[in-house]
């Protein structure tokens, strides 16, 4: 799994770094990458002048409806599953909050995290693990890779609400990694 067959075009690639504020420590890097149809669609946004809040949604809608999609996380630094967890449920109930996914797609999704992520009960994560996610269609494929190449989970879910949970995260207001996101993609415009 990679980003061979997205990211071909001008505004296909988003990337941010995640720090933690009080600390200055970077937590994780994001690669997204987008397929060509919502890259094109993001060409008009972005070339309408530089980075407005409205704009940024417009990309984040986007980037939210895309149906080929591949994002790649990386781990800078060691992290527990419980912090894993509590920061993906925070930005999945951002998810829920601005209605990209409802009460009962939030639940399943939340429920099902620490059965899915269980292997890190004991290991946790460690600095240079990797996360990868595919997102064909409705098909959203999740890899978890140790640092060492080891591939620690290859799971498959299909359904709207897989996709839109990952998108979601990523991309809905006030989640940790959006105007990173966002602004990548503006700075690498101009």
């Known amino acids: 799994m990679d980003s061979s067959s997205v990211g071909r075009v001008p505004y296909s690639r988003m990337h941010t770094t995640l720090e933690k504020t009080l600390l200055k420590v970077d937590v994780v890097h994001v690669d997204v990458w987008l397929g060509d149809e919502a890259a094109a ?38 992290v527990s599953l419980d912090q894993f967890l509590d920061g993906a449920d925070d930005n999945l109930k951002r998810a ?15 429920a ?39 591939v620690l989970m290859d799971q498959t879910d299909v359904g709207p609400e897989r996709r839109r949970s990952v998108l979601g995260s990523y991309f809905v207001r006030k989640s940790d990694f959006r105007d990173g996101l966002i602004k990548s993609l503006f700075a690498e415009s101009g």
């Not at 990309?59 to 790649?72: G, H, L, P, Q």
């Not at 992520?117 to 990868?132: H, K």
């Not at 595919?134 to 640092?147: A, E, K, M, P, Y």
């Open 41 to 78: 669609g993001l060409e008009g946004i972005v070339a309408r002048k530089g980075y407005t809040k409205e704009l940024a949604d417009s990309v984040a809608d986007n980037a939210i409806r895309s149906e080929d999609v591949f994002i790649r996380v990386q781990f800078l630094r060691n």
């Open 112 to 150: 099902g995290m620490p059965v899915w992520y269980a292997f890190l009960e004991e290991r946790g994560i460690r600095d240079g693990d990797v996360m990868r996610y595919r997102i064909r269609g409705d098909t959203l494929r999740t890899q978890f890779l140790s640092v060492d190449g080891e």
């Open 96 to 110: 829920l909050k601005a209605g990209i996914l409802t009460e009962a797609e939030h639940e399943m999704i939340s």
